[in-house]
Every structure is written in structure tokens, then in C-alpha cells.
């Protein structure tokens, strides 16, 4: 191999490693945002927060063509990189190797737990790249997409029952230490309000002897 393409290959490499960790941080960024969320934060999060929400929200609203592309994208990285990998480290088994553990650690196992834990802020920085691709795969992911939707349906926010609701209010009381500041009065309050679809009048009166 010359060296100008060893030169080239050693570039393109760590390039497609870099792009692999995007789609696979992004697809699994944007997929655990949930539409209900977005909305909550839209409306009433932090002013950074709703910034960061509006910006996805725009890329969210045809998840399943979100999914596909991003999944194409990574696809199409994945299979190029051992292509690449072959000729720059001699080919055989420490290519296949190498590539593989350059896959899990670094455009696998790293941006995963990045974007897990930072969705929304790595998910807002990255709409507009993300709309570049979405556009540049389209004539592929569109047609892919649409047979998602006609299989699964639209993808709808969660929609809490109110059991759930309750449940989920519970869950935010700062006596629980998971972070949440709702104070023992305010649980019991809402958690009151919601119970009175099930109670009728007669449940609240007390007798007159009492």
C-alpha cells in the first residue's frame, strides 16, 4: 500500500469510528426521550431545557423515520470500517480484531453511556447534523419508515392512568430521596384530587352523632 493510502486510511478510520459512536449515541439519545417528556420540558423546564426540547422536538416527529435513518447510517459505518481496517493493518484475524474492539468501546459502549445520561443536552447540539443525514438518506429511510408506521403505528408520548399518576406523583416526594422536592402535604393534596372520580358524596359525610 502507498503511503499517501495509509495516510488516507489512518485518517478515514478513527473517522468512521467517531461517526459509528454518533448514530449509535444519537439512536439511543433521541429513542429514550419520550414525547410526553419533551413536552413537559417544552413547557415548563428550565429556560435551557426548553431550548434543548424545541430543537428536538423537530427532529422527533416521525420517530420511525429518526430510527431508520440513523440505524442506515450506522449500518452503512459499521461495514465500511473493516473494508478500511483490512489493508491499513495487514488483514487476518488482528483486523478483524482490532476493529471490533475499536466498535464496542469507542462508537458503542462511550457514546451510549453519554447519551444516555445526556440526551437532551448531546440531542439539541446535534439536530442539525442529524437533519443533514435524515436528508441525505431519505430516498433509502423514507420508503423503510413508512413500512414501520403501516406495522406499528404512530408513535404516541407516554399517557399516564390515573393510578400511575398518583403513583408517579409519590414517587417525586423529597422523603423519598430520589431528588424530587414535593413536601408530604402537596402528595397528599394531589394525590386527594385525583381519588375523587372514584369517591361519591357518601364516602365524605360523617354521621350526625359524630
Not at 22 to 44: H, I, K, N, P
Not at 55 to 79: C, F, G, P, W, Y
Not at 127 to 147: D, G, M
Request: net charge neutral; charged share 15%; proline share 4%.
Amino acid at each position: 500500500m502507498a503511503v499517501g493510502e495509509k495516510v488516507g486510511f489512518g485518517i478515514l478510520m478513527p473517522l468512521l469510528v467517531l461517526l459509528s459512536g454518533l448514530f449509535a449515541g444519537l439512536t439511543l439519545g433521541y429513542m429514550s426521550l419520550d414525547e410526553t417528556q419533551l413536552q413537559v420540558l417544552a413547557a415548563q423546564g428550565t429556560p435551557k431545557q426548553k431550548q434543548d426540547a424545541a430543537k428536538i422536538v423537530s427532529v422527533t416527529k416521525d420517530r420511525h423515520l429518526l430510527l431508520t435513518t440513523l440505524l442506515i447510517a450506522n449500518m452503512i459505518t459499521n461495514e465500511t470500517l473493516p473494508i478500511i481496517a483490512d489493508p491499513l493493518l495487514g488483514g487476518g484475524v488482528q483486523a478483524v480484531v482490532v476493529s471490533t474492539v475499536l466498535v464496542i468501546i469507542f462508537a458503542e459502549l462511550i457514546p451510549q453511556s453519554v447519551c444516555a445520561r445526556y440526551g437532551l443536552v448531546v440531542g439539541a447540539a446535534m439536530v442539525w447534523p442529524t437533519r443533514i443525514i435524515i436528508f441525505i438518506l431519505y430516498p433509502v429511510a423514507w420508503p423503510v419508515s413508512r413500512i414501520l408506521h403501516w406495522l406499528l403505528g404512530a408513535h404516541s408520548g407516554i399517557v399516564y392512568r390515573r393510578a400511575e399518576l398518583k403513583e408517579l406523583v409519590t414517587m417525586h416526594a423529597a422523603a423519598n430521596g430520589k431528588g424530587g422536592d414535593l413536601k408530604g402535604d402537596t402528595i397528599m393534596i394531589v394525590g386527594g384530587a385525583l381519588d375523587l372520580q372514584e369517591k361519591v358524596v357518601k364516602d365524605a359525610m360523617t354521621p350526625i352523632d359524630q
